[in-house]
């Protein structure tokens, strides 16, 4: 298993960077722990499975979170905890790390 820390910079973006570093072609993101400045999630409409809805938030969240790596791509589903008590899920595109850390955990996969 590999830890994947960040803390400073666009998560998917880092997170791409080391998983190619790490040679981590397809694995599994078992953990995701931590919170961010910002951040942009989609979920599907109701009407069309096919289309996303991407919503931008520029606000601070503790995150948790799954998911995978495929063909060194990272794609993750999270929980975003924001002010008041709530809670936002959907597929995370992009998150800005700089106040607190990211915590990525990894489980590589045979080809």
Do not use: C, W
Request: net charge negative.
């Amino acid at each position: 298993m590999h830890l994947i820390e960040i803390k400073n910079g666009e998560l998917i973006e880092t997170l791409t960077a080391r998983v190619a570093e790490l040679g981590i072609t397809n694995g599994a993101i078992v953990s995701l722990v931590g919170a961010v400045d910002s951040f942009r999630i989609s979920t599907m409409s109701a009407d069309d499975a096919l289309k996303d809805i991407i919503t931008d938030y520029d606000q601070p969240a503790e995150m948790t979170g799954t998911g995978e790596i495929v063909n060194g791509k990272p794609h993750i589903h999270a929980v975003m905890a924001v002010e008041g008590d709530r809670g936002l899920s959907g597929h995370l595109h992009t998150a800005s790390v700089g106040t607190f850390f990211a915590n990525v955990y990894i489980v590589p996969l045979g080809a």
